[in-house]
C-alpha cells in the first residue's frame, strides 16, 4: 500500500500534468478557430511562448491558411522584446501528429503556374521561422513527414516522442523536398545521410532520428514530448534573454562562412551584450553570490 507521502507527491505531480495540459491546449484549443495561435506561458514559464498547430481535419497539413496565420505569428514573433519571449516551441494540439506536410488536395487543384509560387511562398515561410531572434523548439509526437521534417528542420532544435515519424518521401510522388529540405538536412546530417534519406524517402522513428542527429532529445519512457520540450526551454530561461538572442545570432550567420568570417560575426554580437544591464546584472550577482536576475534589458 502506498503511504501518505508518497501518494501525496503523486496527487501534487498528476494535479501538475492536469493544469499544464489544460493551461497550453485544452480548454484553447476548443476556443480557437484558428489554425495557427501564438500561446504565451505564465508562472515558471513565463517567456515561453508556444506556436499551437491547429488544423486537426488535415493533421496540420500545410494549406494556405495554416501558412498565412504561422506567417502572422512569425511577425509578432519578430517584434517580441527579449523580456517578452526567450524560447519558442512549436506544437501540434492534433493528436499523434505533428505536421503531415503539404495539403495535396489542396495542390492538386493549382495549375502548374500556381504550384511554384505557393512552394516558394512555403519555403519563404519556413525561412522567416529560422530567423526569428529568439531560440526555437520543435515538438515533435507523431507523424512529421514531408514539409513537416521541413517545419522542424527549420527550427533550431527539435524534440521527439517515441511516437515520432520524421522523413521526406516527396520522391516517392515524383517531386523532391521544396521547403528548404534538401539545404537543411544535409547541414545537420551530412550530405551522404540526407541524400540516402531523400533518394530514399525513408521514414525514421525517434531512436533512429537521434542516432543520426536529426533530433536532439527523445523523451523517456513516461514523458511526452511537451514536457521534455519544457524542461529544454527552462534551462534556457536561467540565461540572459538578450545574450541568448546574439548567440543565436553568432552562430546562424557564422556558420554559413569561413570561420575568420564566423569569428568577426561572434565578435559583432558580443560587441552587442556587452552594454546590457544583463551582463553588469551577472558580475554582480557573482560578486554577491546569488542568482542573477536577469531583464532582457
Do not use: H
Amino acid at each position: 500500500m502506498m503511504n501518505g507521502f508518497f501518494a501525496g507527491r503523486l496527487t501534487w505531480k498528476l494535479f501538475r500534468f492536469a493544469q499544464l495540459k489544460r493551461t497550453l491546449c485544452t480548454n484553447v484549443v476548443e476556443k480557437s478557430n484558428k489554425e495557427v495561435y501564438l500561446e504565451q506561458l505564465q508562472g515558471e514559464y513565463r517567456g515561453v511562448s508556444v506556436v499551437n498547430l491547429n488544423r486537426p481535419s488535415k493533421k496540420n497539413a500545410l494549406g494556405k491558411v495554416l501558412l498565412s496565420e504561422l506567417n502572422q505569428v512569425i511577425t509578432e514573433l519578430e517584434y517580441s522584446s527579449p523580456k517578452q519571449v526567450q524560447v519558442v516551441l512549436v506544437r501540434s494540439c492534433v493528436e499523434n501528429v505533428f505536421c503531415a506536410g503539404a495539403d495535396l488536395k489542396e495542390r492538386a487543384e493549382m495549375s502548374d503556374e500556381e504550384t511554384l509560387p505557393f512552394v516558394r511562398y512555403l519555403r519563404s515561410t519556413f525561412t522567416r521561422l529560422e530567423s526569428v531572434p529568439m531560440p526555437t523548439i520543435a515538438v515533435i509526437d507523431g507523424f512529421a513527414l514531408g514539409g513537416g521534417t521541413e517545419l522542424a528542420l527549420a527550427c533550431d532544435l527539435r524534440v521527439a516522442g517515441r511516437n515520432a515519424v520524421l522523413g521526406l518521401p516527396e520522391t516517392t510522388l515524383a517531386i523532391l523536398p521544396g521547403a528548404g529540405g534538401t539545404q537543411r538536412l544535409p547541414r545537420l546530417v551530412g550530405i551522404a545521410k540526407a541524400k540516402e534519406l531523400i533518394y530514399t524517402g525513408t521514414r525514421l522513428n525517434a531512436e533512429e532520428a537521434v542516432k543520426i542527429g536529426l533530433v536532439e532529445r527523445v523523451t523517456q519512457q513516461d514523458e511526452d514530448a511537451f514536457s521534455c520540450a519544457l524542461k529544454l526551454a527552462k534551462d534556457m530561461l536561467k540565461t540572459g534573454p538578450i545574450a541568448l538572442r546574439l548567440a543565436k545570432q553568432a552562430i546562424r550567420n557564422g556558420s554559413q562562412v569561413d570561420l575568420l568570417r564566423g569569428l568577426e560575426f561572434e565578435d559583432a554580437s558580443y560587441a552587442g551584450v556587452v552594454p546590457t544591464k544583463d551582463r553588469r546584472e551577472a558580475l554582480k550577482a557573482f560578486a554577491e553570490k546569488r542568482k542573477p536576475q536577469f531583464r532582457g534589458e
